[in-house]
């Protein structure tokens, strides 16, 4: 394991990311408070692993202009536009569906906020990967997004799609992108991250234990 993680930590920095580990997920929130500047626009993506870590309580303290786009409280326009702001914010923060051992990171999107965020916007983007999104490669990356992260992330949207219904991806044994055809589903957009043009924008938080899915 400790190999293991060493190995995508030091392919992460070479791909011009920068990247830290912690054992374990409460030593994830004093890591970002300590990376993100009281006053900054910070917005997130919909993820499992932030909350689970405690970061979104993190961003809702008063210390930061957290454009929240899950507050029921504001209206669908509201919403929708903090959702917008994801691409301008200072500091975006999601997690990733897959990260590689060559140090990529692989995420697959139905709306496409996260991943247009992840590409380009932000000043800075940190994402917090639990342990158990690593794998060997992309064609894993590929597989664990048809078999593990789709399906789960239907069942938390309430989606009406064949994986919800079945656990696993109808194009499991096709390409990338086979999958189904219906307006439920989530798979839309395919984002690999691999050597970075702008060093250190992406900041790769590595947990060592499991986080989301």
Avoid: W
Wanted: aromatic letters at 4%; one cysteine or more.
């Amino acid at each position: 394991m400790n190999d293991m993680v060493n190995t995508v930590l030091e392919n992460l920095r070479k791909n011009r990311m920068l990247a830290d580990y912690v054992p374990t997920k409460e030593e994830v929130m004093p890591l970002v408070r300590s990376l993100i500047p009281a006053g900054c626009v910070v917005a997130t993506g919909g993820s499992a692993s932030l909350n689970e870590a405690g970061v979104i309580d993190l961003l809702r303290s008063g210390d930061y202009d957290f454009r929240d786009r899950t507050d029921t409280s504001r209206t669908p326009e509201e919403r929708e536009a903090a959702t917008r702001a994801g691409a301008t914010a200072d500091v975006y923060l999601c997690s990733s569906n897959a990260v590689t051992l060559a140090g990529e990171l692989y995420n697959v999107d139905g709306n496409c906020n996260r991943i247009t965020a992840i590409a380009y916007g932000p000043k800075k983007v940190i994402l917090v990967v639990g342990i158990n999104k690593i794998v060997p490669d992309l064609d894993a990356a590929i597989r664990r997004v048809k078999t593990i992260a789709a399906p789960l992330n239907t069942k938390r949207l309430g989606c009406n799609t064949y994986c919800h219904e079945t656990g696993v991806c109808m194009g499991l044994e096709g390409s990338m992108t086979d999958g189904c055809s219906g307006p439920g589903r989530i798979c839309c957009n395919y984002l690999i991250s691999a050597q970075q043009r702008h060093p250190d924008r992406i900041h790769v938080i590595l947990v060592g234990e499991p986080l989301g899915f």
